[in-house]
């Protein structure tokens, strides 16, 4: 079964920190995507890599940026956060043309 | 713009009936779609996929049929369990996921 782990279920913090969510996955997928998910929002795409050191922005990626330094990690960095980030941060994996597979979300609080 | 949506926010069935939860899309350039379950606390889980050169695939009690006519696809699940319970969510499949909104699928017993 492809595996995702996203690295923290609960994670709370303060407007302004720099903040850290990894995402590891074990099948060896090249392409992996950060969605986040809100109430009446569905999820929407924040970043994606279709490869190691390759990143595309997703509809929403202002306030966000992303590292692949290795194909199985992939990291979302919120700069600076703000309250509005409070949100169930999702990542997926996926072979090319794949359907993706989805880790079990990290709920994010900005205080 | 485009989009995929779902026609119902929440579908109540009995135990044992048939659900069905539809799905309509906008851009007939669309080519591949999927049904993705989300219960409480979890990720999305895949279901089902199909691409638009089908208009029926089948699973383990689902079946999805896609009316590409009407741009219209739908999910229907045989004999409803209550671990059916989730949300449920189509997505067109293009350079990352675009889903609709969800539909609410509760049993009852």
């Known amino acids: 079964d492809v595996k995702v782990t996203q690295s923290s279920r609960y994670l709370v913090k303060r407007t302004g920190e720099k903040v850290f969510l990894e995402c590891v996955q074990d099948?060896?997928?090249?392409?992996m995507f950060w969605y986040r998910q809100d109430p009446g929002l569905g999820l929407r795409l924040i970043y994606f890599s279709y490869d190691v050191k390759m990143k595309e922005k997703g509809d929403i990626p202002e306030g966000y940026s992303v590292s692949r330094e290795k194909k199985e990690r992939f990291s979302l960095i919120l700069e600076s956060a703000s309250t509005n980030q409070t949100s169930m941060y999702l990542c997926?994996?996926?072979?090319?043309?794949?359907?993706?597979?989805f880790g079990d979300g990290t709920r994010l609080s900005i205080l | 713009g485009e989009s995929v949506g779902l026609h119902l926010p929440t579908l109540s069935v009995q135990e044992g009936d048939n659900s069905i939860i539809n799905c309509a899309y906008s851009?007939?350039?669309?080519?591949?779609f999927i049904w993705y379950k989300q219960e409480s606390g979890k990720g999305p889980q895949f279901i089902i996929d199909?691409?638009?050169?089908?208009d029926k695939r089948q699973g383990q009690r689902v079946t999805v049929l896609l009316n590409k006519t009407v741009k219209h696809l739908s999910l229907q699940i045989a004999a409803t369990q209550p671990g059916d319970s989730a949300v449920y969510f189509c997505?067109?499949?293009?350079?990352?996921?675009?889903f609709g909104s969800g539909t609410r699928l509760q049993v009852q017993p």
């Open positions: 099948m060896d997928h090249e392409n």
């Open positions: 199909i691409r638009s050169n089908m």
């Open positions: 997505a067109e499949n293009r350079r990352a996921l675009t």
């Open positions: 997926a994996s996926s072979l090319i043309g794949q359907p993706q597979h």
């Open positions: 851009n007939s350039a669309s080519d591949y």
